[in-house]
């Protein structure tokens, strides 16, 4: 299995601009987590998703950040618009729960810089 | 609230020495799992070991072995025979059935040659 994929792996662009980061999950895992990792507040949840329904959003920032996954196998999370403060590593993790143990899969992250 | 503590947030171990390193967390949940996490530079997260609270049998994995102790909600991580690609920072993570991971803030371990 390939892993949980992530794209892109690093992005630049500038306030105000729309940013829109993917996933793909591992095939037949039916939780999807997105994480924000900054020096200051470290790694949080963001959402996530169990059949592709989001179950917990309390950790999106404000309505800047929205989150889909319209199949099972992809996943977005999109900022519209960008502000420097949301320059962080953004990872995506999928899990099987039954099967896993709860263990999660990380992506490689996406690093995303606002000018 | 779930909380994770990472009290250390600098190590340093020489090649082939022992080091702990600590983790502490609050849960009101009696079924639960514990995780170390490695992060190294290249910033991917790598399971180290994971513990499920309902075991009272500490986990091992080679090098890696964790002293649980539930009553105290504590979670350590020992490394024996460290190896300069130990070097890395270590998260410590809980999570209830089913749910998301909650992170302790990390402790960066140095290894020396």
């Known amino acids: 299995d390939a892993g949980v994929i992530q794209s892109p792996r690093h992005e630049v662009t500038e306030m105000g601009q729309e940013v829109t980061l993917r996933c793909k999950p591992i095939?037949?895992?039916?939780?999807l987590f997105w994480y924000r990792q900054t020096m200051m507040r470290g790694l949080e949840l963001l959402i996530y998703?169990?059949?592709?329904?989001?179950?917990?959003d309390s950790g999106m920032p404000e309505d800047r950040f929205s989150a889909k996954m319209p199949n099972a196998s992809f996943s977005t999370l999109k900022i519209q618009p960008s502000e420097p403060r949301d320059s962080a590593v953004y990872f995506c993790?999928?899990?099987?729960?039954?099967?896993?143990?709860?263990?999660?899969?990380f992506g490689p992250g996406t690093r995303l810089t606002v000018l | 609230a779930q909380t994770v503590t990472q009290s250390q947030p600098e190590m340093s171990v020489q090649e082939a020495e022992t080091v702990t390193l600590s983790c502490t967390y609050d849960t009101s949940e009696s079924d639960y799992y514990l995780f170390w996490y490695k992060q190294p530079p290249s910033r991917q997260m790598i399971l180290v070991i994971r513990q499920e609270a309902y075991k009272q049998q500490n986990a091992t994995e080679n090098r890696f072995s964790v002293n649980f102790q539930k009553a105290a909600k504590s979670f350590s991580l020992k490394i024996s025979d460290s190896q300069l690609g130990d070097a890395a920072m270590y998260f410590c993570?809980?999570?209830?059935?089913?749910?998301?991971?909650?992170f302790g803030k990390g402790t960066s371990l140095l290894v020396t040659p």
């Open positions: 998703f169990n059949n592709n329904v989001p179950i917990d």
């Open positions: 993570a809980q999570t209830n059935s089913g749910y998301a991971l909650n």
């Open positions: 095939s037949g895992h039916d939780y």
């Open positions: 993790a999928s899990s099987a729960r039954v099967t896993h143990h709860n263990e999660q899969f």
